[in-house]
């Protein structure tokens, strides 16, 4: 069993819809949870982090981590084109060394 | 502008080949980072480097190998011994130590083809 899963996709949307990316762990040792967008050929792009467990809220983005479940979401509100992308998430125990999930392709759709 | 840079783009090799991957950053971070990314695998850490002159092995280290003389500079050397050298890579660089969070910065990558 990998220590991070993620759904690889892909996931095609009209625009406007609210997408749900999701990963699960084993670790249960991860505090930092994170989630990266890349773009085609493009190098991995912070998207946002979270502390331990709870939500944050950026904008149309939202992170949710629950440790109890071992579960982490990244929602996207209000899609757009430009959100069409590569979404990673990754989780460490200290920041410095990061697991990475597969990576979940979304394509918003005009 | 503040960033890494990797070079080059693209880059092909013949089969028994070494070759070197550069990786440069002027953000002042302390540690460097390289990450393999392949189809359906995610990234996975090659090396890492904290401080000058000391590296350690990530999770797929084998056929590979870095150096890290000066604080700026963090280069991959892709040896014959890599038996599936083809994919792409992508250095990284972040603060470290710091007690919180450190993000890692992340290069345009270089893609390697072996022929």
């Known amino acids: 069993q990998k220590e991070v899963e993620q759904d690889p996709g892909p996931l095609s949307v009209p625009e406007g819809a609210i997408v749900s990316l999701n990963c699960t762990y084993s670790n249960s040792a991860f505090q930092y949870f994170m989630w990266y967008r890349q773009y085609s050929r493009k190098g991995p792009e912070l998207l946002m982090y979270?502390?331990?467990?709870g939500n944050k809220e950026d904008g149309r983005f939202t992170a949710q981590v629950d440790k109890s479940s071992k579960y982490i979401s990244l929602f996207i509100r209000d899609s757009q084109p430009s959100d069409s992308a590569t979404y990673l998430c990754a989780m460490s125990e200290d920041t410095d060394k990061l697991i990475f999930g597969t990576g979940t392709r979304l394509q918003v759709f005009p | 502008d503040g960033g890494i840079t990797q070079s080059p783009k693209y880059l092909f090799r013949k089969e028994g080949q070494n070759v070197t991957l550069s990786c440069e950053q002027n953000l002042n971070h302390d540690a460097m980072y390289w990450y393999r990314q392949d189809p359906g695998q995610g990234l996975r850490l090659i090396y890492y480097?904290?401080?000058?002159?000391?590296?350690q092995k990530g999770d797929i280290a084998e056929g590979y190998s870095v150096s890290r003389e000066k604080k700026e500079s963090f280069p991959l050397t892709v040896t014959s011994a890599q038996k599936n050298p083809t994919a792409f890579y992508l250095c990284?660089?972040?603060?470290f130590g710091t007690g919180g969070f450190n993000e890692q910065f992340f290069g345009p990558g270089t893609r390697l083809t072996v022929l």
């Open positions: 480097s904290q401080i000058v002159n000391d590296f």
């Open positions: 979270t502390y331990s467990s």
């Open positions: 990284a660089s972040s603060r």
